[in-house]
Every structure is written in C-alpha cells, then in structure tokens.
Antibody, heavy 120, light 107 residues
Framework: QVQVVESGGGVVQPGRSLRLSCAAS????????IHWVRQAPGKGLEWVGV????????YYADSVKGRFTFSRDNSRNTLYLEMNSLRAEDTAVYYC?????????????WGQGTLVTVSS | EIVLTQSPDFQSVTPKEKVTITCRAS??????IHWYQQKPDQSPKLLIN???QSFSGVPSRFSGSGSGTDFTLTINSLAAEDAATYYC?????????FGQGTRLEIK
C-alpha cells in the first residue's frame, strides 16, 4: 500500500540546521510531486512547498524561502528537506504528502509527521 | 495569496445530526477545493477532492459541493467517529493555502 514516512525531527537551537527525510513506498515515486505541510502545535495546516516529480521544479512558501531546500533521490524513493537558520516559529510537525502535480492537485496520502522543535 | 475562510470555527453536534461546513475563497477557484479530516494526533486524511469527488474508502455520509468562491462539506447522519477538525485546501494557485479549520465536537 502507499506509504510515506517522515523522519529526522528533533530539538534544535535557533539558527541551526536540520534535515528531514521522507521515504516512500507502494507507488512509483518518480511519477509524483511531493508537498511539505507543517502544523505548529495547536494550530492549522501551513503549506511549506513542493518539489516536482523529477526534482527540477521547486516552490517554497514565503515564510521559508531562502532557508529551506527540497531535494529528492528517485533511485532511493526518498525526499529531503534541508532546513537552515531555524527560528522558533518553525516549530511544528512536518508532513510530506503525495500530490499528482506541483499545483492543481489534492494530497491523497500523508505521512505521520515528524516534530521539529526549535528552542534554546 | 488566496485566502480560505471556514465557518464555523467550532461546532458541538449530536450523533445522527446533519452538519454543514462552509469554505469561502477570496477569489474564484473553480472547483479546485479539497477537504481533509484530521483527528487528534493523526495526519490529515483526504475526504473530498475537486469540490465534490469522494476519495476512495470515504463513507458516503460525506459529500461536497460548490464552485467559484463558495464551497460546502456536508456530513449526513453524523457518527461518533467523525469528531475531528476539518480543513479545506485550494490548489488553484500557488501558494497553496488551507482554511483555518473547523473543529467538530460530538455531544
């Protein structure tokens, strides 16, 4: 069955970096865009950005542009989110979600999320 | 950025009641609205895509309607397991945005 599994979360100090991973299985990973969505504790959903099926196109929310970078390794069915210059407001559960495309798509499968806490 | 406004923010309802959640977009988005259910400590789950298409395996009591700027998620004959927060999501333009969520409490 379709699965996406995030990992790499943890506690990190402000200004430091962290890399999240999203491992996929049960579908042809290289055919799908993957979106990142985060949820601060007790808050709603916030789109972080997307990487296209081939990794050539990436779009970021303004709140993370210039600090976060998406990449993917289709040979390993794995996606990466490199987060730099982390801020307290980046504290959230980070989900990866499968999309048919970069835009004009719904998210049919989500991972269980990984918690990132930015705190000194 | 397209802003999505859901109403109500919170509703306390009894089992078997009919529930309607609305989502209004700040500009016309055609049918590019999708609905998710999120239970506590779980990831969101897709219920409805493109305003009215039920996702595979979703109970038939969930339905969606609307186009342009006004959309509705309807739950007919509410079940106890429907206690959750519901979000709308627009995919008409980047950045993708979500509504603020509607929390349903079962009395």
């Amino acid at each position: 069955q379709v699965q996406v599994v995030e990992s790499g979360g943890g506690v990190v100090q402000p200004g430091r970096s962290l890399r999240l991973s999203c491992a996929a299985s049960g579908f042809t990973f290289s055919n799908f865009a993957i979106h990142w969505v985060r949820q601060a504790p007790g808050k709603g959903l916030e789109w972080v950005g997307v990487i296209s099926y081939d990794g050539r196109n990436k779009y970021y929310a303004d709140s993370v542009k210039g600090r976060f970078t998406f990449s993917r390794d289709n040979s390993r069915n794995t996606l990466y989110l490199e987060m730099n210059s982390l801020r307290a407001e980046d504290t959230a559960v980070y989900y990866c979600a499968r999309g048919l495309a970069v835009a004009a798509t719904y998210f049919d499968y989500w991972g269980q999320g990984t918690l990132v806490t930015v705190s000194s | 950025e397209i802003v999505l406004t859901q109403s109500p923010d919170f509703q306390s309802v009894t089992p078997k009641e009919k529930v309607t959640i609305t989502c209004r977009a700040s500009q016309s988005i055609g049918n590019r609205i999708h609905w998710y259910q999120q239970k506590p400590d779980q990831s969101p789950k897709l219920l409805i895509n493109y305003a009215s298409q039920s996702f595979s395996g979703v109970p038939s009591r969930f339905s969606g309607s609307g186009s342009g700027t006004d959309f509705t998620l309807t739950i007919n004959s509410l079940a106890a397991e429907d206690a959750a927060t519901y979000y709308c999501h627009q995919s008409s333009a980047l950045p993708i945005t979500f509504g603020q969520g509607t929390r349903l409490e079962i009395k």
